[in-house]
């Protein structure tokens, strides 16, 4: 206990509570849009915008002169994804007047061709890519979302699924002017078992109000992001999302029980079974986890919540370098086993943009490392205890330096916003440069410090952070603005460097269209061939989520 008494905040002793809600980027996002839903279609031609009226658009009705222009009032524009990136448009068809009134008859009154609200659809989150839609449709049921297929799949008109558009690699927008198909409205939960905690919901049900949902049951989601509150659970089933809990509970490819999908042509797959066991045929659930909406469109969700554990510590802890860390992890799973719930990292640099951006104070001495240990148990003592006798010997032994543990609700939130809102603060900070990626513990900062030395001024910073405890490591590149010297001194370099290592290119953040190209650093070309032949199979127009997770063909 001595050595606890060295920590600079209090240890606030066993309580009993909720599992910790915190603030998340949607928050941010929505304070923020407004000025940017603003869109300028009358002022004068930007480069975007003559671009714009290039295209087959001038037409009569509601089609009219709905360019979405790239220049917003007193907001940097978002350069058009087809001008920054090279890609060409595929040959589907144009949506027409006639379309329109016959998605109108599907989903009266829910077929959106408002600049402002297309505005805010076509760009992704972070703000760096655009697509140039004009049309969004709102369906309620799987049965509209089949005649929606069907239609589009006759008239081979291409679609962007769109749940909350939370994504990172610019797969939930479209590049041209696929049609937004929204799953906002899909927000029914369907069952809930309180006895096997299995939830049966619509795809497009907010994470965190599921959440929400099931924690007044006793459970709680399986799954945590820092979108919760806007991210769609279908977008994290297509995205195969991971997040803050996988440590604990796992992929989605495992707590997933069932799906009910849309194919291409309309046809609705129904596995929407909740069987923990079920050993007929292939599991073709797992096709559409993680196939970024390139293979069908999710529009409803079986998946198993674990019980609401009742009892939460966190830990936030600075370390003194690296290794220190990695010797923590190793420390903190042998002694804390079962209750071990998150193991993150985040660097000094993390911390500073959090102070600098956010505001948020650093809750302990400076390190050049900071990690954040969550346990969840059934015993509030019991977890202390264990606990506590980690900390002492990471503080006795020199792998921790200070720290401070949470135990109620709003000291946890604070000390996980820390953590979570680093993707905030780095966007804050000017264009991000953003990797995902899967590697040995062991390496994580090695990259990381060879990328600051490679970049030198160049970058404004270098930072790395991440689920550490999953071999994940986040590692974020700022600049002023985006800069295609920069870009080509980071890529290929962090892929060949990470596939040197057999890591993964993309841990879980999925391809979609920014990643799309270097997948075949992390698969081989057989691979890679067996998924087109699948979409081919599944898609064969290709109308699902173009120019998205695989690879142009040679
Ligand atoms: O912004 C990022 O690069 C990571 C976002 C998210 O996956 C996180 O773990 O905070
Ligand atoms: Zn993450």
């Given at each position: 206990?001595?050595?606890?008494?060295?920590?600079?905040?209090?240890?606030?002793?066993a309580a009993t509570m909720v599992p910790c809600q915190v603030p998340r980027w949607?928050?941010?996002?929505?304070?923020?849009?407004?000025?940017?839903?603003?869109?300028?279609?009358?002022?004068?031609?930007?480069?975007?915008?003559?671009?714009?009226?290039?295209?087959?658009?001038?037409?009569?009705?509601?089609?009219?002169?709905?360019?979405?222009?790239?220049?917003?009032?007193?907001?940097?524009?978002?350069?058009?994804?087809?001008?920054?990136?090279?890609?060409?448009?595929?040959?589907?068809?144009?949506?027409?007047?006639?379309?329109?009134?016959?998605?109108?008859?599907?989903?009266?009154?829910?077929?959106?061709?408002?600049?402002?609200?297309?505005?805010?659809?076509?760009?992704?989150?972070?703000?760096?890519?655009?697509?140039?839609?004009?049309?969004?449709?709102?369906?309620?049921?799987?049965?509209?979302?089949?005649?929606?297929?069907?239609?589009?799949?006759q008239r081979n008109l291409a679609v962007n699924p769109q749940g909350g558009n939370?994504?990172?690699?610019?797969?939930?927008?479209?590049?041209?002017?696929?049609?937004?198909?929204?799953?906002?409205?899909?927000?029914?939960?369907?069952?809930?078992?309180?006895?096997?905690?299995?939830?049966?919901?619509?795809?497009?049900?907010?994470?965190?109000?599921?959440?929400?949902?099931?924690?007044?049951?006793?459970?709680?989601?399986?799954?945590?992001?820092?979108?919760?509150?806007?991210?769609?659970?279908?977008?994290?089933?297509?995205?195969?999302?991971?997040?803050?809990?996988?440590?604990?509970?796992?992929?989605?490819?495992?707590?997933?029980?069932?799906?009910?999908?849309?194919?291409?042509?309309?046809?609705?797959?129904?596995?929407?079974?909740?069987?923990?066991?079920?050993?007929?045929?292939?599991?073709?659930?797992?096709?559409?986890?993680?196939?970024?909406?390139?293979?069908?469109?999710?529009?409803?969700?079986?998946?198993?919540?674990?019980?609401?554990?009742?009892?939460?510590?966190?830990?936030?802890?600075?370390?003194?370098?690296?290794?220190?860390?990695?010797?923590?992890?190793?420390?903190?799973?042998?002694?804390?086993?079962?209750?071990?719930?998150?193991?993150?990292?985040?660097?000094?640099?993390?911390?500073?943009?959090?102070?600098?951006?956010?505001?948020?104070?650093?809750?302990?001495?400076?390190?050049?490392?900071?990690?954040?240990?969550?346990?969840?148990?059934?015993?509030?003592?019991?977890?202390?205890?264990?606990?506590?006798?980690?900390?002492?010997?990471?503080?006795?032994?020199?792998?921790?330096?200070?720290?401070?543990?949470?135990?109620?609700?709003?000291?946890?939130?604070?000390?996980?916003?820390?953590?979570?809102?680093?993707?905030?603060?780095?966007?804050?900070?000017?264009?991000?440069f953003k990797y995902d990626i899967s590697l040995p513990v062991e390496r994580f900062?090695?990259?990381?410090?060879?990328?600051?030395?490679?970049?030198?001024?160049?970058?404004?910073?270098?930072?790395?952070?991440?689920?550490?405890?999953?071999?994940?490591?986040?590692?974020?590149?700022?600049?002023?603005?985006?800069?295609?010297?920069?870009?080509?001194?980071?890529?290929?370099?962090?892929?060949?460097?990470?596939?040197?290592?057999?890591?993964?290119?993309?841990?879980?953040?999925?391809?979609?269209?920014?990643?799309?190209?270097?997948?075949?650093?992390?698969?081989?070309?057989?691979?890679?061939?067996?998924?087109?032949?699948?979409?081919?199979?599944?898609?064969?127009?290709?109308?699902?989520?173009?120019?998205?997770?695989?690879?142009?063909?040679?």
């Amino acid at each position: 206990m001595f050595l606890i008494h060295k920590f600079n905040t209090f240890l606030c002793r066993a309580a009993t509570m909720v599992p910790c809600q915190v603030p998340r980027w949607s928050t941010w996002i929505f304070r923020a849009s407004p000025q940017w839903q603003r869109t300028a279609c009358a002022l004068g031609a930007s480069m975007g915008q003559q671009r714009w009226l290039s295209l087959p658009w001038r037409v009569s009705g509601p089609l009219a002169f709905r360019g979405c222009s790239s220049t917003a009032l007193g907001v940097p524009r978002v350069m058009p994804t087809s001008e920054r990136y090279p890609v060409q448009r595929l040959p589907f068809s144009v949506v027409s007047e006639e379309d329109l009134a016959a998605f109108e008859r599907i989903i009266p009154g829910r077929v959106i061709t408002d600049p402002e609200e297309l505005e805010v659809a076509n760009v992704d989150w972070l703000r760096t890519i655009r697509g140039c839609s004009k049309v969004m449709l709102r369906p309620r049921t799987t049965e509209e979302v089949s005649r929606i297929l069907r239609h589009c799949h006759q008239r081979n008109l291409a679609v962007n699924p769109q749940g909350g558009n939370t994504g990172m690699v610019g797969g939930s927008v479209p590049v041209f002017d696929e049609i937004i198909l929204s799953t906002a409205l899909m927000n029914q939960v369907i069952s809930f078992h309180d006895v096997s905690g299995i939830l049966v919901c619509q795809a497009g049900c907010v994470l965190e109000e599921l959440n929400r949902y099931v924690q007044e049951r006793g459970f709680i989601m399986p799954l945590d992001l820092g979108a919760k509150g806007s991210c769609h659970i279908g977008g994290n089933v297509a995205t195969n999302a991971g997040g803050l809990r996988f440590l604990r509970y796992g992929s989605l490819r495992g707590t997933v029980l069932g799906l009910e999908v849309v194919l291409a042509n309309g046809t609705v797959l129904d596995c929407l079974t909740s069987l923990r066991k079920d050993n007929t045929g292939y599991d073709l659930k797992q096709l559409f986890i993680g196939s970024e909406g390139t293979l069908g469109v999710i529009t409803a969700v079986s998946i198993l919540c674990p019980p609401m554990p009742k009892a939460v510590n966190v830990a936030f802890l600075g370390c003194p370098g690296f290794a220190e860390v990695l010797q923590a992890f190793s420390t903190c799973k042998g002694m804390l086993g079962e209750i071990l719930s998150a193991f993150e990292f985040m660097d000094a640099e993390c911390m500073q943009l959090v102070g600098q951006h956010l505001h948020l104070a650093r809750p302990v001495q400076e390190s050049p490392f900071y990690i954040l240990v969550e346990t969840s148990g059934s015993s509030a003592e019991h977890d202390s205890a264990k606990l506590d006798g980690f900390l002492e010997q990471a503080l006795g032994s020199g792998l921790v330096t200070d720290g401070t543990v949470g135990t109620d609700h709003s000291k946890i939130q604070s000390l996980w916003a820390l953590r979570e809102r680093i993707t905030e603060a780095l966007s804050h900070d000017g264009y991000v440069f953003k990797y995902d990626i899967s590697l040995p513990v062991e390496r994580f900062y090695d990259l990381v410090m060879d990328l600051r030395g490679r970049l030198g001024l160049r970058a404004k910073h270098v930072v790395g952070y991440g689920h550490l405890g999953d071999g994940n490591l986040h590692l974020n590149v700022t600049a002023e603005a985006f800069s295609a010297a920069l870009l080509d001194a980071l890529e290929p370099y962090v892929y060949t460097w990470t596939a040197a290592q057999r890591g993964s290119v993309s841990a879980e953040h999925g391809l979609g269209f920014k990643k799309k190209d270097v997948l075949g650093y992390s698969k081989p070309p057989t691979a890679v061939q067996l998924m087109w032949q699948l979409k081919a199979l599944l898609d064969p127009q290709g109308i699902l989520n173009p120019y998205k997770m695989l690879p142009a063909r040679a």
